[in-house]
């Protein structure tokens, strides 16, 4: 409750709470605003430009693209969250127990960090859906794979640091046990860096989920995935912009949004003096 209230505080954390408050409502309530069908076609209304029957015009089959946006942007916000934050959640704890155990257990554990951190980052994810095939499971896959790094080194360093400090040999003076000191005492401390990175990362996500569709390999079609959407309006960027443009500006909306969370995050969990 303190950390809501310390977000609402921040001007950038605020902001972005309500853009993806807003993106939400207008998702809950696109039934209500549109009677459009998001998939079906009707061929008598194609590339119609912007007007108050269709807000945002229709592509080249006839369907309306404020209805396609609006339910993309549940594709988007689930691959992102979920691609995201089960790495996030296994990352956390592989760093967690390298920080606190050190020794052989850390030596093993960096070395397999350094083997898939040594790949970039997008070859690796091509690699991995290319093989397993295009499909919204295997991105899970894929990101799973990948993503879980840079969580495990930021919250190992983190929990190496805390576990200087005095409270924690205080802990261990007092005969704790590991897995008290690990989860009650560091954890909490030591998530904070994750939990802001993985904002930027939200953002990372969708724009590299978005990039995939371009190669085949993300959602497939007739999935209103904004990247997808993008791809699909290629060949009709000066007969109808539109169909660009809206699915684009989706994109951009949601990276504000989340790097405006992720700074309003790192002043609300900053350590207060």
């Known amino acids: 409750m303190r950390i809501l209230k310390d977000l609402l505080r921040s001007p950038a954390g605020a902001l972005g709470l309500g853009m993806l408050a807003l993106t939400l409502l207008a998702t809950l309530l696109t039934p209500l605003l549109s009677p459009y069908d998001p998939f079906a076609l009707d061929f008598g209304n194609t590339l119609l430009p912007p007007s108050q029957a269709h807000w945002f015009g229709t592509d080249n089959f006839g369907r309306d693209i404020f209805t396609r946006v609006m339910a993309g942007a549940v594709y988007d916000l689930r691959l992102a969250l979920i691609c995201?934050?089960?790495?996030?959640?296994?990352?956390?704890?592989?760093?967690?127990?390298?920080?606190?155990f050190g020794g052989r257990i850390d030596a093993a554990l960096m070395r397999l960090t350094d083997i898939v951190w040594a790949?970039?980052?997008?070859v690796l994810v091509l690699a991995i859906v290319g093989v397993l095939g295009p499909s919204e499971a295997n991105l899970y896959i894929a990101f799973f794979i990948v993503n879980w790094i840079g969580y495990a080194r930021i919250v190992r360093g983190e929990t190496l640091l805390i576990g200087r400090l005095e409270f924690i040999e205080a802990t261990r003076v007092l005969r704790f046990g590991k897995a008290q000191i690990m989860l009650r005492h560091i954890l909490p401390n030591a998530v904070t860096p994750a939990l802001v990175y993985s904002m930027s990362d939200v953002v990372l996500t969708v724009q590299a989920v978005a990039a995939l569709s371009f190669f085949g390999l993300g959602v497939q079609p007739p999935a209103p995935e904004w990247g997808l959407l993008i791809v699909e309006s290629i060949d009709y960027m000066r007969e109808a912009p539109w169909m660009t443009i809206a699915p684009g500006l989706a994109i951009v909306w949601i990276g504000i949004a989340f790097s405006l969370l992720g700074e309003g995050l790192s002043v609300a969990l900053k350590p207060k003096g």
């Open 84 to 100: 995201v934050f089960g790495p996030m959640a296994f990352g956390v704890m592989i760093g967690l127990i390298s920080g606190f």
């Open 119 to 122: 790949f970039p980052f997008y």
